[in-house]
Nanobody, 115 residues
């Protein structure tokens, strides 16, 4: 079972930056794909960015060029650097991690972008 703890959310003005981090712990052999998803009020949870254990990345079109996902395999952490934030980026951001066939979710961290 993988436990995930997210940090780094908050309130920022449009155009600003935030960095989210997620640390994985628990009894697992290895961490495979890691990623970030978000859910805005009244909307479904959507993919923001993912990164494989080898470092290949995938981004939602809406965040390409503004967000950067990275991971530290030695520390089992994944981060999301968010630049040029927009009000439409306001959501709860969730960390997602796969270890073999098992996926785990963090509790989420709120990101609010004011206009």
């Amino acid at each position: 079972q993988v436990q995930l703890v997210e940090s780094g959310g908050g309130l920022v003005q449009a155009g600003g930056s935030l960095r989210l981090s997620c640390a994985a712990s628990g009894g697992f052999w290895s961490i495979d794909d890691m990623g970030w998803y978000r859910q805005a009020p009244g909307k479904q949870r959507e993919l923001v960015a993912t990164i494989t254990s080898g470092g290949s990345t995938n981004y939602a079109d809406s965040v390409k060029g503004r967000f950067t996902i990275s991971r530290d395999n030695a520390k089992n952490t994944v981060s999301l650097q968010m630049n040029s934030l927009r009000p439409e980026d306001t959501a709860v951001y969730y960390c997602n991690v796969w270890s073999g066939p098992t996926g785990s979710w963090g509790r989420g961290t709120q990101v609010t972008v004011s206009s």
